[in-house]
């Protein structure tokens, strides 16, 4: 069986099966990373825009190495410097870029749903690499990838999402990626950051860390946005942090010794995760990222890929 | 100039009629109901078999957005979707630019009615100057202008200290103040109904607790001064409750929903569709239920549509970002009877009292009744005729409504304004 949609726009719209064939090649391709030549001829004369209407720096570059190493011409469009700021519309600046007739847009947006509306728009293959607090399912499919990597499967694990779930799209494409593949989730924060009926997702919800991280497999931190203060959602980053914030201690009072701890980046360090523990045994911060490229290599491949054609 | 409207279901929940009657229109006035009556000489005769016969319908709840937004809608293009859509007079909102705070644009605004209007047109006026919630408009002057109501629509006034004041101020005057019921703090940047829904989106919500917070108190102010309060678009189960049992203790308070609210729900905003965005929002089943249940009781005194016009470039691209509201005019009745009547979910008689009677009284209108002497203003309904609602043929200067592609049975079949045909 092969893949059939024209874009990847959530985690929520795909099946198992369609998941793992993400993960799977994913998998395939991640030694292209340690060879010397990295170059695979798949997308050669694909063209793949990167549609960035909101800062990323990691998720911009992964998405440009991956189109890269796979050959295709990737152009990159950030709203800062071109007509967005001259106050173009969305669609407008859309439409204007199929015009050229790229193979994949992939399109970040502070707006939920600006790649729902991208997709619908374009005649061409979207990518939804992060839509305002909605999707960010490359991050997921990365995120999943890491897993099985480490635990060897997905089936029965058991997973702690920690922080700001209510403003993260990390959080929401996880639940479904994790939901779908038979793992357990658990979301856990303070009250004003946990988002209404969210277990109506399928989730447990814990208000105490200390409960959350018990006998997980994996505890993944969101970062805290500095602005979540002022809108009162939490008194202070310094009593978020005390009672939010993972550090050795309570992991080894709670978690199990072999747990993982995953983080979406960027990290604020001594905030939701101390350094010993971003830089430690535990962590998988950076194998995260490495994995994200060979995610992105899988999902530009399968989107804009010769259709029924070879391995790359 | 006579008309006679022939064999038609005569619908007239003032006078308790349900009939195949005539009924005979001289001049601007309704002349009398009967069967079998001749036709005065010179008079031009309808033929209503099969079709119903109503009081004119009364939309109290729109945006005509002229002056100022006249890219949006004008009194000519709002009040032939009016008529379009089987009304024969419609109450418009203050936000325009400049804002209805003041008798001049109350009277320029039925300078163009009167030249340009398809249907009657009265102007709301602003409860605060520039509806900016902190001091009041000249509603003297507003009332003496041929304002009918006060509203700051759109926005709600936050004081409730000035809200108190307005509501005394104008007790003299007879007229309700209309209350926008949305707490803007609880409200604050959402963009859709609070609920799963908008979890699973990642979309701000507003939750339901921001228009009873604020139905509460309003309903409070009011029993403190004694004002008619009317509540627009009510939409949560929530509201529905405070209405009626302010209601039960007697308070002065009415309220109205909109078609939309009886019909959609969150789950319409899983597409992003920019058309699914309006204030307040579409909110879960339970509140649909509670808004059915409020109306076929009579908590829910009427149906307006909130018709919005927007351009198009207000109603595309990023959710968040869009404009709130829809166009309603020329498809409210339309839906109300394919979706609500047809299934015997909402008798005819009390749709039609919902949308002529009662908002005719509410307000003081002239209109509402067929009783001999009352305005020939009438909207004949054919109940069987299947269309399909086609954004691109509507008089409204705007195409935003989410309804684009249902097909229906039963609309608008006449409209007759003062006793001329304003629509066929």
Known sequence: ?312 | MSLLIRNGRVVDPAGSMDAVQDVLVKGDRVERLGSGLPAPDGAAVIDAAGKVVCPGFIDIHVHLREPGFEYKETVATGTRAAAAGGFTAVCCMANTHPVNDNRSITDYIRARAAAEGAVRVYPIGAVTRGLGGKELAELAELAEAGCVAFSDDGKCVMNAALYRRAMEYTLPFGVPVISHAEDDHLADGGAMHEGVVSTELGVPGVPAAAEDVMVARDILLAELTGAHLHVAHLSTAGAVRLVREAKARGVRVTAEVTPHHLLLTDEAVRSFDVNTKMNPPLRSRRDTEALLEGLLEGTIDCIATDHAPHALSEKEGEFDRAAFGIVGLETAVGLLLDRLVRPGILPLPTLVARLSRDPARLLGLPGGSLAPGSPADLTILDPSAEWTVDPARFESRSRNTPFGGWTLTGRPWMTIVGGRIAWQ
């Open chain 1, 1 to 312: 069986m092969g893949w059939s949609r024209k874009d990847l726009v959530s985690m929520r719209e795909l099946d198992a099966v369609e998941i793992l064939m993400l993960v799977d090649t994913a998998a395939s391709l991640q030694e292209i990373a340690g060879r010397e030549i990295k170059k695979v001829p798949a997308l050669r004369g694909k063209t793949i825009v990167n549609l960035f209407y909101e800062n990323s720096t990691r998720t911009r570059t992964s998405f440009e190495i991956a189109g890269k190493w796979l050959s295709a011409d990737v152009i990159n469009f950030s709203a800062g410097g071109s007509s967005a700021a001259k106050g173009e519309s969305f669609i407008d600046t859309a439409k204007n870029i199929a015009a050229m007739s790229p193979d994949v847009v992939v399109v970040r947006h502070s707006s939920a749903g600006a790649a729902d509306v991208l997709a619908r728009a374009l005649p061409c293959a979207v990518v939804n690499a992060g839509d305002g607090a909605h999707e960010h399912p490359t991050q997921a499919l990365l995120d999943l990838l890491t897993i099985r990597e480490h635990k060897g499967h997905f089936e029965g694990l058991s997973v702690a999402i920690v922080g700001d779930i209510a403003h993260s799209r990390v959080a929401r494409s996880n639940i479904h990626g994790m939901r779908k593949l038979g793992m357990t989730v658990t979301v856990a924060g303070p009250p004003t950051l946990i988002p209404p009926f969210v277990q109506e997702l399928g989730v447990k919800v814990s208000y105490r860390l200390e409960d959350a991280i018990r006998d997980v497999d994996v505890i993944m931190m969101l970062r805290l946005q500095q602005e979540r203060m002022t809108a009162g959602l939490i008194p202070s980053v310094r009593e978020y942090s005390r009672y939010w914030g993972l550090t050795l201690d309570k992991l080894s009072a709670h978690a199990r010794p072999d747990v993982l701890i995953m983080h979406p980046g960027p990290v604020n360090r001594g905030v939701e995760l101390s350094p010993e523990l971003a830089d430690g045994p535990y962590s998988v911060i950076l194998d995260q990222v490495a994995k994200g490229v060979a995610v992105r290599m899988a999902v530009l491949f399968l989107l804009a890929g010769n259709k029924g054609g070879g391995e790359p």
